[in-house]
């Protein structure tokens, strides 16, 4: 049975997203927007019904924001078809992204579901954001047609997904995922090993480690570290990406200060105590009201809605900016 290909959208067949958590809704929104209908399952219908709600809700912020057509709203929302019969969801799909909780054991026995209902030929996808894609392919038949998916929330936004290789996945697997991911309006970086992480948060995590152990170490205010996060590099990160910051300051430039620094930055190998402790008070963010940040006052829905307008501000941005470093040939005057 040959592969689907995603240029149609409105094709009968339709990519299966399995969970109606977080990820699993704003993947189902992204797709819609992107003019592919899906069919969203979980198994408790009140996710589902929550899902429907925040679906409603995103894609008309988007619409009024125009990344999506604004007199295309109902048809946009209907896109998403959600189901609580795993059969009905996976069975004519050609591509099913598996969003489910961060477990191995939850995980592998999706797969066996989705190997017993689904197409052969069917390419499967998972949003892990840390395991390995080898590993939890160790539990299919059929280890070839399996790859990351790791989006980034909130997904409906986030331009960027990172689609990773295992040890067995084959090109034509990747193809399938990376074609879906561009027939949306996503930006796919391809991952071609399978480490812990992937690319984006071991860079991440990387630069977390140290923003805790300057909190820790009393040396700023949570505040001003994020500010200065924000207000530096975080600032130019949408035009200049780390290599061709790196060529605009100069290499040597560059080798120089890696060379004072990184011997002091930290270097320890789990989680600093400032975090812990927080975890073990209870204290985990917004969904507690309390992290870092006291959030008890704070108007959850409004902050939200504004994180994901500055967002859509910045997404702009990045279009605006994408594509390789350009050539300084790019720059000559054509008189």
Not at 113 to 125: G, N, Q
Request: with cysteine; hydrophobic share 40%; aromatic share 6%.
């Amino acid at each position: 049975m040959e592969r689907h290909s995603f240029d149609d959208s409105e094709s009968v067949c339709r990519p299966a997203i399995i969970g109606a958590g977080t990820m699993g809704r704003n993947i189902a929104v992204a797709s819609a927007v992107g003019g592919q209908s899906v069919t969203l399952f979980d198994i408790d219908d009140e996710a589902l019904s929550d899902a429907e709600a925040e679906v409603r809700s995103t894609v008309r912020t988007l619409t009024d924001r125009r990344v999506a057509d604004a007199t295309d709203v109902s048809e946009i929302r209907e896109r998403v078809t959600y189901v609580t019969d795993f059969e009905t969801a996976v069975a004519d799909a050609p591509l099913i992204i598996e969003a489910v909780t961060e477990d191995r054991e939850t995980k592998a026995a999706v797969y066996e579901r989705i190997e017993r209902h689904a197409w052969p030929s069917a390419t499967l996808a998972t949003n892990t954001s840390s395991l390995l894609i080898t590993e939890l392919a160790a539990s299919l038949t059929y280890p070839e047609r399996f790859c990351g998916m790791h989006w980034f929330h909130p997904a409906h936004i986030v331009p960027v997904v990172e689609v990773v290789y295992g040890d067995h996945t084959t090109d034509e697997t990747v193809d399938v995922a990376t074609a879906f991911l561009e027939a949306i309006g996503k930006d796919p970086v391809i991952v071609e090993r399978d480490i812990p992480g992937f690319i984006a948060n071991r860079i991440q995590s990387a630069m977390a480690r140290e923003a805790w152990a300057l909190l820790g170490a009393g040396v700023a205010s949570a505040e001003d570290i994020d500010r200065a996060v924000k207000g530096t590099f975080g600032f130019r990160l949408p035009t200049l990406g780390v290599f061709e910051k790196g060529d605009h300051s100069g290499l040597d430039v560059h080798r120089t200060v890696l060379s004072e620094l990184l011997e002091e930055i930290d270097q320890q190998t789990t989680p600093p105590s400032v975090l812990s402790d927080l975890v073990a008070e209870g204290r985990l963010g917004v969904k507690t009201d309390r992290g870092v940040y006291d959030w008890s006052e704070a108007d959850l829905k409004r902050i939200l809605s504004k994180r994901d307008q500055r967002l859509l501000d910045q997404l702009e941005v990045y279009q605006a900016a994408s594509g390789p470093p350009e050539s300084p040939n790019e720059f000559e005057s054509d008189t």
